[in-house]
């Protein structure tokens, strides 16, 4: 049983890393947009239009999937541990 939690536990840590990367990663462009909505900033970022307001949205969004996911892993790492003093 305690293998099942160790491997599930790498598994979700995985995930959280890939996540992680991808919301360090992402970026939303406005081409194409007619204007930024009142409340986003765009910019100019090698000849294209940056949404800074959407991009940090999205970061948010992928962090907190990783922190899900980080969670998860730390519970299950926790519960083979305690699988390992019971037996």
Not at 64 to 71: E, H, M
Request: with cysteine.
């Amino acid at each position: 049983m305690k293998i099942y939690a160790d491997i599930s536990s790498a598994l979700c840590a995985i995930i959280a890393a890939v996540m992680w990367i991808r919301s360090a990663r992402v970026e939303i462009y406005a081409d194409g947009q007619t204007g930024p909505l009142s409340t986003n900033l765009v910019i100019e970022k090698n000849g294209r239009k940056f949404d800074v307001t959407a991009t940090v949205d999205a970061q948010s969004r992928w962090s907190a999937y990783a922190a899900y996911a980080a969670a998860a892993s730390a519970a299950l790492q926790a519960r083979g541990l305690l699988l390992s003093l019971r037996s």
